[in-house]
């Protein structure tokens, strides 16, 4: 069914970037888990417009109200809806007949014949992320509770590189500090090269990418199932819905077809009676199972297709060829605000991993 993710968990999103509110239904939570509305909030601030210097103009406070599926401070287990109302939007920038380029005003068009809602991109826009967020700050304390944290910073900008976790034996506290920092990054000193490149992309009118590594420390070994359901496919499938993602690799990823099998093989030991592995090519996942080793994946984010440099296209009223010149209010650069969005990606993934973990049937004898 279209709109719908998850086995255990099952999340809707719904709402469009200028419609009255944007939201979500998550289906198969858990009774009992504790809802933090200062945390969700803080969550949501770390992804929201208008925060600093490299995100678009346009304010909103996202403040999310839940309406179902809690009770004193708790999930009830039954569906939890959460809506943010959108309060600032500017219709009149927008020119429904000429195809913003990159944008999927034409697929759109297709798809549902000329009805959808072309304002700030309809349900296409990024805005539906912040449903996302939300969903992530729900299920964040549930994984924390089992020992598994997630982590993201921006591994690079254009041509220019942050350092990257340690996918073996990752440094805790430094990962969660970098959640703190405005670009979020592990090597400070990246960030007047990450901010030149953000200033000069806004001042010339265009927009610049990046790519965001993502961390997730003490998943169990045995999560996921072969083939179809692998846990790759399963995050893929999730981070490919994120607007604006247009890659995704595990572990050494691509880079890996330039290593011979003896390097690229990741070697097993022994350390404190627990088996580990000493590298971590394949980025924790064998089979499409976990393995134990810390999750390790990245995400290729594409430059803003809403820039104000002109740009050839099609007016679709008049099927002519024409010149558009984006204006409004956008993000010269996407990557520091998607970085809680890929991390809230992740987190739906792994909390329905682990619900269906825990329906697994025990054999009915043990191995000897």
């Known amino acids: 069914m279209a709109n719908i993710f998850g086995n255990c968990i099952k999340l809707s999103i719904f709402g469009e970037s200028h419609s009255d509110a944007i939201g979500v239904v998550l289906d198969g939570l858990p009774a009992g888990l504790p809802i933090d509305m200062e945390n969700i909030q803080k969550e949501m601030a770390r992804r929201a417009p208008g925060q600093n210097r490299f995100s678009t103009p346009r304010k909103e406070s996202d403040i999310p109200k839940i309406v179902s599926g809690h009770f004193q401070g708790k999930t009830t287990g039954t569906p939890l809806c959460a809506f943010i109302e959108n309060t600032n939007t500017r219709s009149k920038d927008y020119q429904p007949e000429l ?81 703190n920092h405005e670009l979020a990054v592990l090597d400070e000193t990246i960030i007047p090269a990450y901010t030149k490149l953000i200033d000069n992309a806004r001042e010339n009118c265009d927009s610049v990418g990046g790519v965001i590594e993502a961390l997730i420390t003490n998943a169990p070994a045995g ?69 134990g080793m810390p999750l390790v994946f990245s995400v290729a984010v594409k430059p803003t297709p809403s820039i104000s440099k002109p740009q050839k296209t099609v007016n679709i009223e008049t099927q002519t060829e024409e010149t558009i010149a984006i204006h409004g209010r956008h993000d010269p650069c996407i990557v520091p605000r998607a970085v809680c969005v890929i991390e809230a990606a992740a987190a739906i993934v792994m909390a329905d991993l682990l619900l269906e973990a825990k329906t697994y049937a025990e054999p009915a004898t043990k191995r000897d």
Do not use: W
């Open 223 to 291: 999560l996921g199932s072969p083939f179809f359901e692998s846990v790759e496919s399963r995050l893929s499938a999730m981070l490919f819905s994120i607007p604006a993602v247009k890659g995704v690799e595990f572990g050494t990823g691509f880079g890996i077809t330039e290593l011979l099998g003896s390097e690229a093989n990741d070697a097993f030991c022994l350390e404190k009676g627990k088996i580990k592995t000493k590298t971590n090519h394949n980025g924790g996942i064998n089979g499409g199972i976990t393995n």
């Open 99 to 179: 195809l913003r380029p990159s944008h999927a005003d034409y697929t759109a068009f297709m798809r549902y014949h000329g009805f959808s809602d072309y304002r700030g991109g309809g349900h296409f826009s990024g805005r539906l992320t912040a449903p996302l967020v939300f969903a992530g700050a729900i299920l964040k304390p549930y994984l924390a509770s089992q020992g598994i944290e997630i982590f993201a910073h921006i591994k690079s900008l254009g041509t220019e590189k942050d350092a990257v976790f340690d996918a073996v034996c990752p440094n805790i506290e430094v990962c969660r500090s970098i959640q």
